[in-house]
């Protein structure tokens, strides 16, 4: 009769633990209070849009925020010289064709130009071409455009590099992302208090058909299917989102793609081709975004890392 006792008391509890799981995911707000950021984004240019673009140059930029993008993205290093550079790369070789890195280089002396033709990372077999092929200064840009939310991705674990930006709101790292869908199957999410503010992360579809990635693990056709299935859950972006929390996919470079991210529930789309989301989102415009409630100390600047 105690075994049997301690049974249904066992099921008793772990029945009231997923009613109430399941009802603080659908309803965060009850333990949680929201975020609120002060911007609110649909249209994100990877790399400054470098599908249309040389990645990253301030011609890039320009050209997204003319075409109607509301956030820019990019990467940054660290020069010998202390300035904070936009490279996706650590190494120059792919974007220069020097074996060099952008730590061993002074930006105003040996920080050589981009490449005059470019192959779009996430658009294999597509190149991009410009006027500009200089590198950027990330405080360059940012006084080019005060008003624009930016994702600012550290690309290396520098520490100077990391406190020569303010604080800003910031996104899930690759471990925490891996945590957030821990919680999210054991259904321990809605109890856990989240830092982040945005969660980026790949539309798994387009791995090893636009977007050829060099980990081995990942042009295996189970691993990229059983990451579609694991992380591509509207519950879960719908939890984030009551939260407060935007969810970004990236890099969506075919109308497809940009219409499976909005699908699964994303806020925003990241692409190559700023131009083409723009027309996207005119002929399928999406819901209005909720209010914005903007308070004293809130960047608009976002950083992938901290």
């Known amino acids: 009769m105690d075994v049997l006792s301690g049974i249904l008391l066992l099921c008793l509890a772990v029945g009231l633990y997923v009613v109430c799981s399941l009802y603080l995911l659908r309803n965060p707000w009850i333990l949680h209070k929201k975020k609120r950021l002060e911007f609110y984004c649909r249209h994100i240019s990877h790399r400054g849009g470098s599908g249309e673009k040389i990645e990253n140059t301030m011609e890039a930029f320009t050209h997204a925020v003319a075409v109607g993008t509301e956030m820019l993205e990019m990467d940054c290093h660290l020069t010998s010289d202390g300035y904070v550079v936009i490279s996706h790369d650590y190494n120059l070789m792919r974007q220069t064709g020097y074996d060099k890195t952008v730590s061993s280089l002074r930006f105003q002396v040996d920080l050589p130009l981009y490449e005059e033709r470019l192959e779009v990372t996430f658009y294999v077999g597509h190149y991009s071409t410009g006027k500009d092929r200089k590198f950027v200064l990330l405080e360059d840009l940012f006084k080019k455009f005060p008003s624009m939310p930016m994702i600012l991705e550290i690309k290396e674990n520098n520490d100077l590099l990391i406190k020569k930006n303010p604080s800003m709101p910031y996104m899930f790292t690759m471990k925490r992302g891996i945590l957030l869908l821990l919680l999210f199957y054991t259904g321990l999410l809605p109890f856990v208090p989240l830092g982040e503010s945005l969660l980026l992360f790949y539309l798994p579809s387009i791995i090893n058909r636009t977007y050829i990635p060099e980990e081995a693990i990942l042009k295996k056709r189970f691993v990229v299917y059983l990451l579609q299935k694991l992380t591509m859950r509207k519950s879960l972006f719908e939890h984030l989102i009551k939260r407060g929390l935007q969810v970004n996919l990236f890099v969506c470079n075919e109308e497809s793609d940009m219409e499976a991210a909005f699908a699964v529930g994303a806020t925003g789309v990241m692409s190559d ?16 975004p909720p209010p914005i409630s903007y308070f004293k100390g809130n960047s608009k600047h976002c950083i992938a890392n901290r």
């Open 273 to 288: 081709y700023p131009t083409l989301l723009t027309n996207y989102i005119k002929k399928h415009p999406p819901p209005p």
